[in-house]
């Protein structure tokens, strides 16, 4: 199968999806955190992190009963040919949608900061077409542009972090259990599907060597991201104070905005929109790739590349439905991240099948040596 | 062969990426440093606004000669933003807001009526949450007219430039930016506080302040001659969004040093043996300013204790105050009347009923939910608080003489 060559290391995939997760952080997820936690929001994040990483295991228990496969070969084989791929469709209809949140989400945010005169259907045509051309080079290579982009992204992130430290009044992160733990738990546990997009991954399962590899990719990724998160949204109540940061949807760029170190350091706005332009292409990339190869995968397609086209010009159509910007905030957050437990639920069904029916692929080489 | 397509339609692309929509010639725009904000007769605002002339303001040798730097002029509007339209009637250049650096805001609004624009500076992209807020006792308007630096040619760089002298004077609060004031209005445990500034008309008999610290000086009263005709001195005290009062420089100087964010400052204190004489002293911060809260409850109770250190730059009264007696006696004195300011500063804030000082931050700190804080509504336990101050002032240096020195010795009554 030509169209599916490549591999991805356990270190590129926890890049790609630490990038694929973390790109949420330049948007309003840490606004999330702070409407859940207040001056506790970094216990939300890390609670979601926790259980993401949770909700994650049975896509590592299926990477490992069934190294290189996909999402939609394994469902196929555990659930059968008619059950299989309809969740297969059910899983990549829900990638299909955030891929359509993320592109009008981010198009939004362009114009709301920096190119307000600037039509949203040229940011989101300009968006889908570049996606589309790197889902088409393949995951690997999306893969590996997330790993090579990591420093630059990672840097422009932190330095905005680093650089706000100095306005950072602690005492706008008490007290310290928030609106109590009990509230921050059940809070955290809403929006733990925050992480759902994990099963890109499992997706993309057919380009890991083995089980290590996804295993790695995935807990390492989630890990990433709720520390990102929780430093993020630290610093950002840190400096508005919990009922400031609940209202800001662009809190990187909130951040970017107070960077002032005299006349010497200013608007470092300008060069923080470079990242999160870089991050929202290697979101959208991922999301569109895995939504074209499980849907190739549930239609038995040769190839997931004629896809992508006319999957890029749907997405890119149904993306200019919702009316506005908050619109676009209601569908994440209403509908995105409770349908994401239903996604997670997928694998869990998978791997409980897979056990019952004693399904795994046969042992072979070095992946089954891992998955033993 | 088969990348050449691709390749000429990504080429093709490139237009669509260069955002120019947004495209605008740096000549095309006309650029606001200052804002004033008052009433409007006829719509909610009027809206004075300090454009730059870049040629002006870049001096004469780049043919900036006698023009003034900058263009004054006030449109009225319900908002800022649209101001914008009043102004596109007669201001050729695009209107930006982008380098806005002060918002100025006449007191008379701020007591009525408070800081409804605050929603705009933080929701309008233009606008930068950096930029100050100064509160004027004149009409904002009256104010940017009359600003007209002598030593600059860029009025708010001067602005800037006094605000700076929070470090060496501390006569002016640690932050008014519109970033701290509006995260301060959504919190319980302080108020925010900010730049205030005065006209001066030497001609009118106007109050005049006092450098007894008991009186002190705020904007508009500084014992001056000759200098532009304003001051930005002492500060704004807010009850949520509304103007309670205004802070003389030495109380907001003990406002910076129960803050903990005093630095330094010149100050004349008055002399334990010679009454009508004054010891000028280099003050310094010692060590960081503790504060306890002994107490919460119906009346909680804050213990805060400053600790200084100082160095003598004048006393004229020739006592020799080095003598290991005579130090501590001075110290004692120095002591005792920062204590009386401080002491003035929490009663005027408690009648005002605002923590300005911000001793709920050490409150919030022991509640364990943000419900339980809330319900304890710290901003009306504060007015009842019972604070203890005290300030230990260390005398370290005696400048570049140890003993009296002729002249004051001459001067002084043995």
Known sequence: MGAYDGHIGAREGSVLLFTVLGSMLF?????????????????????????????????VALGYRFPGRGLAEISREVAGSVFGPLLTLAVSAWIAVAALVTLRNFTETFVITIVPDTPPSVLIISGSLLSVYAA?????????????????????????????????????????WGFGFDRTLMGSL????????????????????????????????????GLAAAATVAVLVGIAGAPLARQEPFPLYFLARLVYLGRFLQRTEALIVMFWILAALIRLSALMSATAISLAGALRLPDYRPLLFPLATILSALSLLPKDYVAVLRLDREWMRPLGFAVLAVPLLLWLLAVVRGKAAAPSGEAAGHAS | MRRRPLLGALLLLLPLLTGCWNKMELEEGAYVLAVGIDEGKGSPYAVTVVIAKPSALAGEKNGGGDEPPVLTTTAEAPSLASARAVLHGYVGRQVLFHHTMVFFVHEELARTKGLPFLDELLRFRQIRETAFLVVTREPAADFLRALKPELEKDPVRFIAQLTYHYRTSGTLPAASQIRAVASLLNVGYAQPVTYYAALV????????????????????????????????????????????????????????????????????????????????????????????????????????????????????????????????????AVAGQLEETLQALIRKTQEWRVDVVGFGRYAIARFPTVQAWESYSWPERYPEAEVHTSVRVSLRRYGLTLSPTRASEEGSVQ
Do not use: C
Request: proline share 7%.
């Open chain 2, 201 to 332: 008309d030497e001609g009118s008999p106007a109050k005049k302040g006092s450098p007894d610290p008991r009186v002190g000086y705020a904007a508009g009263e500084l014992p001056r001659q000759g200098g532009i005709p304003v001051e930005m001195i002492g500060a704004a005290a807010f009850r949520q969004s509304r103007m309670v009062g205004v802070l003389t420089a030495e109380e907001t100087r003990a406002l910076l040093m129960l803050q903990n964010r005093f630095q330094s400052a010149y100050a004349a204190f008055r002399d334990p043996r010679q009454p009508g004489q004054y010891v000028t002293l280099h003050l310094r911060r010692g060590r960081p300013t503790r504060i306890v809260l002994e107490r919460l409850g119906e009346r909680p109770a804050i213990r805060a204790e400053v600790i200084l250190e100082a160095e003598v730059v004048a006393m004229p009264s020739g006592v020799d105050y080095s003598e290991p007696g005579a130090q501590e006696e001075l110290e004692r």
């Open chain 1, 136 to 176: 088409y080079r393949g995951v690997e290579a999306v893969a590996r542009t997330a790993l090579a982009l990591l420093p630059v992204i990672a840097a422009g992130g932190l330095l905005v972090l680093i650089f706000s430290l100095p306005r950072v009044d602690t005492t706008l992160l008490f007290p310290i």
């Open chain 1, 27 to 59: 948007l309003q997820y840490p606004q999330y955190l702070v409407s859940v936690g207040g001056p506790a929001a970094w216990q939300a994040a890390l609670l979601v992190a926790l259980f993401g990483l949770v909700l994650a295991l049975p896509i």
């Open chain 1, 190 to 225: 809403y929006y733990a599907s925050t992480a759902a997009e994990v099963i890109v991954l499992l997706a993309v399962g057919h380009a890991f060597r083995d089980g290590r590899s996804l295993q790695h990719s995935s807990l390492r990724g989630i890990l990433l991201f």
